[in-house]
């Protein structure tokens, strides 16, 4: 038995940036991680020599200037620091109709390559895209903290009464709508379509603009950039920088319960039997697994949010190491391969393809490279098959993708060294998620970001952290929610 002022169940992204940032205020904190390492779907693992990101590794928020610059401000506060590696390309789409597309980090240069493809279309896109840049400049010109705490707000207002006005009108916006304002091509739509989905698995008209302003021109300003040692050394730096200011990591340490007392959230139980007590509970498992799991009830307010969220689809990913012969000079580090406008949403269609090894070589033995291939499915598609017949679906489907990647990279099939195959029962198993889920997706059209709620819930001591709270999913977005949970804390708890 022990008590700490907060308790972080889970070392994900969000879980490590509300934990760092509480120590390095002084509070005493403790994070429970049920695996063997922290980052959870920024995560990594090693096989044969190679290094593979588990998940995400088109990495946002390690700019050098303004504010959005969350995971360099995250280490920073820690005293620590990571090289990165700028990607001089966001992404290089492949369209339907054999049309390519490169995001440029320089925004004359995609806006350009963009209008190319589209010339009656150039005033939309240049209109559409600095409208995106108008909801990124109100961000970047203030201090990223909690919602919830009305001084900060009210000093904010303050300081930056015209950024603030202007991210207001913004919130309750889709892209769809803003996105028709500008442009009328239908084709140029489907495209906006894709450059939502990518990240919010979701077309325009249920993306909220908040973080598409974020996305569609952090891009550019602060750029997309890996860290040199794969996308897992954010999460150990961020574990050093805890532990650098007091703060506790358990590893193998699942949560089983929240325990509560008078209706409040005082404590956790762990599978090991072990229980510890805080007071203030913070959870970065995702809602669903945080209402109704590890506390058997579901508040009204989280039975509301259900009604306007579902989890989205997990993943098919396919970990391969390859020879270096197979990878083109000149290649792209990511690539999104679609074949069929209509298909965008379907299972198994839109192919994410991330080759890291570009940017950082010594993640992979000298003359192979690794590419990570992945493409949304859903959980209900895996369940239900004895091991052999799940066995021979990953077989047959992981030999589906490596023929849509054999177009982009002949020689792959003769160059292949290693593959490692991923399910959405992976991703349920290793990174305890809800039917392996991404994150939250609308059920319909909601209002922008109206919808998505903060980091307090409706059980007093209890508080959310990580994707499935503002601003949703991707890195910088729960580093966000990471910053504005432990502030929030902070504030309750007097630091
Ligand atoms: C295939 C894939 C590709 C992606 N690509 C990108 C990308 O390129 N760029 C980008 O920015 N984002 C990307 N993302 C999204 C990004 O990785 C996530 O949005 C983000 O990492 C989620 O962080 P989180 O802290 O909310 O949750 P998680 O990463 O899920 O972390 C939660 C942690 O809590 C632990 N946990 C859960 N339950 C318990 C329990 N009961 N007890 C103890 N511990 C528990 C888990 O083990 C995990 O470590 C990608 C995601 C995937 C899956």
């Given at each position: 038995?022990?008590?700490?002022?907060?308790?972080?169940?889970?070392a994900g992204m969000g879980g490590l940036v509300?934990?760092?940032?509480?120590?390095?205020?002084?509070?005493?904190?403790?994070?429970?991680?049920?695996?063997?390492?922290p980052g959870g779907s920024a995560?990594?693992?090693?096989?044969?020599?190679?290094?593979?990101?588990?998940?995400a590794?088109?990495?946002?928020?390690?700019?050098?200037?303004?504010?959005?610059?969350?995971l360099?401000?995250a280490?920073?506060?820690?005293?620590?620091?990571?090289?990165?590696?700028?990607?001089?390309?966001?992404?290089?789409?492949?369209?339907?109709?054999?049309?390519?597309?490169?995001?440029?980090?320089?925004?004359?240069?995609?806006?350009?390559?963009?209008?190319?493809?589209?010339?009656?279309?150039?005033?939309?896109?240049?209109?559409?895209?600095?409208?995106?840049?108008?909801?990124?400049?109100?961000?970047?010109?203030?201090?990223?903290?909690?919602?919830?705490?009305?001084?900060?707000?009210?000093?904010?207002?303050?300081?930056?009464?015209?950024?603030?006005?202007?991210?207001?009108?913004?919130?309750?916006?889709?892209?769809?709508?803003?996105?028709?304002?500008?442009?009328?091509?239908?084709?140029?739509?489907?495209?906006?379509?894709?450059?939502?989905?990518?990240?919010?698995?979701?077309?325009?008209?249920?993306?909220?603009?908040?973080?598409?302003?974020?996305?569609?021109?952090?891009?550019?300003?602060?750029?997309?950039?890996?860290?040199?040692?794969?996308?897992?050394?954010i999460a150990?730096?961020l574990?050093?920088?805890?532990?650098?200011?007091?703060?506790?990591?358990?590893?193998?340490?699942?949560?089983?319960?929240?325990?509560?007392?008078?209706?409040?959230?005082?404590?956790?139980?762990?599978?090991?039997?072990?229980?510890?007590?805080?007071?203030?509970?913070?959870?970065n498992?995702?809602?669903?697994?945080?209402?109704?799991?590890?506390?058997?009830?579901?508040?009204?307010?989280?039975?509301?949010?259900?009604?306007?969220?579902?989890?989205?689809?997990?993943?098919?990913?396919?970990?391969?190491?390859?020879?270096?012969?197979?990878?083109?000079?000149?290649?792209?580090?990511?690539?999104?391969?679609?074949?069929?406008?209509?298909?965008?949403?379907?299972?198994?269609?839109?192919?994410?393809?991330?080759?890291?090894?570009?940017?950082?070589?010594?993640?992979?033995?000298?003359?192979?490279?690794?590419?990570?291939?992945?493409?949304?499915?859903?959980?209900?598609?895996?369940?239900?098959?004895?091991?052999?017949?799940?066995?021979?679906?990953?077989?047959?489907?992981?030999?589906?993708?490596?023929?849509?990647?054999?177009?982009?990279?002949?020689?792959?099939?003769?160059?292949?060294?290693?593959?490692?195959?991923?399910?959405?029962?992976?991703?349920?198993?290793?990174?305890?998620?809800?039917?392996?889920?991404?994150?939250?997706?609308?059920?319909?059209?909601?209002?922008?970001?109206?919808?998505?709620?903060?980091?307090?819930?409706?059980?007093?001591?209890?508080?959310?952290?990580g994707?499935?709270?503002?601003?949703?999913?991707?890195l910088n977005?729960v580093a966000?929610?990471g910053?504005?949970?432990?502030?929030?804390?902070?504030?309750?708890?007097?630091?």
């Open positions: 038995m022990s008590t700490w002022d907060a308790i972080v169940i889970g509300t934990a760092s940032q509480l120590a390095q205020r002084g509070a005493k904190v403790l994070v429970l991680e049920k695996y063997l390492i995560g990594y693992f090693e096989r044969s020599g190679y290094r593979f990101d588990v998940g590794s088109m990495i946002f928020g390690f700019g050098t200037q303004g504010t959005t610059n969350l360099t401000r280490l920073a506060a820690v005293d620590e620091k990571l090289t990165t590696i700028p990607d001089p390309v966001q992404v290089h789409y492949h369209l339907p109709g054999d049309q390519q597309l490169r995001v440029h980090r320089d925004y004359g240069e995609f806006i350009s390559e963009l209008t190319q493809l589209f010339p009656q279309e150039k005033k939309g896109i240049r209109r559409f895209y600095d409208e995106c840049w108008r909801v990124f400049n109100c961000l970047n010109s203030m201090e990223l903290l909690s919602l919830e705490e009305p001084r900060y707000l009210l000093r904010i207002f303050a300081q930056k009464p015209l950024a603030c006005l202007g991210l207001a009108a913004y919130l309750p916006w889709n892209v769809g709508t803003i996105a028709r304002k500008h442009i009328r091509d239908p084709e140029l739509l489907n495209f906006i379509d894709l450059e939502c989905y990518i990240w919010s698995v979701v077309p325009a008209n249920q993306t909220p603009m908040i973080n598409a302003g974020m996305v569609f021109s952090d891009r550019h300003y602060g750029g997309i950039n890996y860290p040199k040692g794969g996308v897992g050394q150990q730096k574990a050093d920088g805890l532990a650098k200011y007091g703060g506790e990591i358990h590893y193998q340490s699942r949560v089983n319960r929240i325990i509560t007392a008078q209706g409040k959230a005082v404590g956790v139980e762990c599978a090991n039997g072990q229980i510890h007590h805080a007071k203030r509970i913070i959870s498992a995702t809602r669903w697994d945080t209402f109704g799991h590890l506390l058997p009830d579901i508040p009204r307010s989280e039975q509301r949010w259900r009604k306007w969220y579902k989890p989205s689809p997990s993943f098919l990913s396919l970990h391969l190491g390859v020879r270096a012969s197979a990878i083109p000079p000149g290649t792209d580090c990511h690539h999104v391969v679609l074949n069929d406008w209509a298909q965008m949403e379907a299972p198994y269609q839109t192919l994410f393809v991330s080759i890291p090894t570009l940017l950082d070589p010594d993640l992979a033995p000298e003359g192979y490279h690794i590419v990570h291939a992945f493409t949304p499915c859903w959980l209900a598609d895996w369940e239900h098959l004895n091991p052999r017949e799940y066995e021979q679906k990953k077989e047959a489907l992981a030999g589906q993708v490596i023929e849509r990647l054999l177009a982009l990279f002949p020689r792959l099939d003769a160059d292949l060294d290693y593959m490692e195959v991923g399910t959405p029962r992976t991703h349920r198993r290793f990174l305890g998620r809800i039917q392996g889920t991404y994150g939250p997706m609308p059920r319909r059209p909601l209002p922008g970001l109206l919808t998505m709620p903060f980091n307090r819930t409706s059980i007093p001591g209890l508080y959310c952290v994707d499935s709270t503002f601003p949703g999913q991707g977005a966000f929610s910053f504005a949970c432990a502030h929030r804390v902070a504030t309750d708890l007097g630091f």
